[in-house]
């Protein structure tokens, strides 16, 4: 790995001309292209600040036809890439403003990581969350030490906060922007993936309106082989960088939606700087849909014992969608960004993604409400080894003959094929037997 400490000098110096009386970084003011020589001083600056996260076979490889890597990057403290940028920025300011301290006004993974690595480098931290975040999320910023304070009903509430809050008592406010500094201690992954896996043909990274990591490894990959193919992929609900590409400009106006299981993946296309860099250097980006995301989920967890929200799964998603048909028989890495999956949602995820995969089914038949007709059924669901979740009688409100009763059936099976079996089963027995669809 090519180390340039000239360039963590620049990088230093470039920072350190920051006005101090400024209640943001105003970062982007000092944005330019970055130089391999940037990541790879910021990849020898937080060498013993970050995991070095492996990039591992995937048993998913035969399924997929290729040979699939994954770059299990959830597994960072805070189970965010994010940490990378972070860490290199943190450690990149002037030390009278470490000294002074910084505010950041999110439940984002970028807030998480600033918490925690500012906490380690011994800077105060300030968190402004709004009240509706999640109380999980402001207990683990409290347990990576920062100090947490709710305000407001609504992001923008808690970000106007932070802002007084910085001018008024000289914190530095910091926001995910894609400032040089930035971007290259995201590039960090495109310089370990190259390293890990050799032979490399592609590598898939999530994008969204948030593509620093895609802009800043790409950056890295194209400059240690220009063949390898970068590929970016988003939500097809929120495709916020294809249109900024084909705007030529950051889209501002974008929809995006506020529910957390989009995460990043949905937000506004942040800056310049990524966008030129994506334009330049990415050799194509997808969209795919949600319910691509769920069974990506799911395939991330089965395999891989990896629980991932929807931005890690995102990358792998596109696979399972059949979106890149040209990588068969090649030799592909995922980055897999990040784990931090809300408990309430990962319920919900899974079910929804096992059915999506067609291994939870459910019918509804009616019945004589005699002895021995529901053993029957039972019978039949025993012989196609399919699983009872679950098993509902309804009698009060059936609009068939009287002295019958109407079973709903909730049921587990292998897959799709199985799936089918159990359905003409069923029906060669109980010809009205009515299937819900998916």
């Keep these: 790995m090519k180390i340039v400490s000239r360039n963590e000098e620049l990088l230093r110096d470039a920072l350190s001309r920051v006005p101090q009386s400024s209640s943001r970084t105003s970062l982007s003011s000092y944005n330019k292209l970055i130089r391999f020589e940037d990541i790879s001083a910021a990849a020898f600056k937080i060498q013993c600040g970050v995991q070095k996260t492996p990039c591992m076979y995937s048993r998913l490889s035969k399924q997929y036809g290729m040979d699939i890597y994954l770059k299990k990057e959830f597994l960072q403290y805070t189970g965010s890439v994010k940490e990378r940028g972070v860490l290199y920025l943190l450690t990149s300011l002037p030390q009278d403003q470490q000294r002074k301290g910084v505010i950041v006004a999110s439940d984002s993974n970028f807030s998480m990581a600033v918490a925690y690595h500012a906490s380690e480098l011994r800077i105060p931290v300030f968190v402004i969350m709004s009240t509706s975040t999640s109380p999980a999320r402001v207990k683990m910023c409290r347990e990576y030490g920062a100090m947490v304070i709710s305000y407001g009903t609504t992001a923008k509430d808690s970000q106007t906060h932070a802002r007084r809050l910085a001018q008024e008592n000289g914190y530095l406010y910091l926001e995910e922007e894609d400032s040089a500094v930035y971007l290259s201690g995201l590039g960090t992954v495109g310089l370990e993936v190259y390293e890990q896996v050799p032979k490399l043909d592609a590598v898939i990274f999530p994008a969204g309106g948030h593509c620093g990591l895609l802009a800043g490894s790409a950056a890295a990959l194209k400059h240690l082989n220009p063949h390898i193919s970068v590929i970016g992929v988003e939500s097809e609900s929120f495709p916020v960088l294809q249109q900024s590409l084909k705007a030529g400009h950051p889209i501002e106006d974008q929809a995006c939606s506020n529910h957390h299981f989009y995460g990043d993946v949905s937000g506004l296309c942040f800056g310049s700087n990524s966008l030129q860099l994506t334009g330049k250097l990415v050799d194509k980006v997808v969209a795919v849909r949600e319910e691509d995301i769920l069974i990506s989920m799911l395939r991330l967890l089965e395999y891989e014992r990896a629980t991932v929200d929807a931005e ?65 059924l039972l019978e039949i669901l025993a012989r196609e080894e399919a699983r009872v979740l679950d098993i509902k009688q309804e009698r009060t ?11 709903t059936c909730t049921m587990e099976t292998r897959d799709k094929i199985h799936t089918a079996q159990l359905r003409n089963a069923l029906l060669e027995r109980y010809p009205t037997a009515a299937w819900t669809e998916r």
């Design 397 to 407: 409100f059936v609009t068939s003959e009287l002295f019958t009763v109407e079973v």
């Design 312 to 376: 890690g799964a995102i990358g792998l998603a596109a696979l399972v969608a059949g979106k890149l048909p040209e990588l068969k028989g090649k030799r592909v890495a995922v980055v897999i960004c990040s784990g931090n999956l809300e408990l309430h949602l990962l319920q919900q995820c899974i079910a929804r993604a096992l059915t999506l995969d067609n291994r939870v089914c459910r019918f509804s038949l009616v019945l004589s409400d005699c002895p021995g007709d529901i053993s029957k």
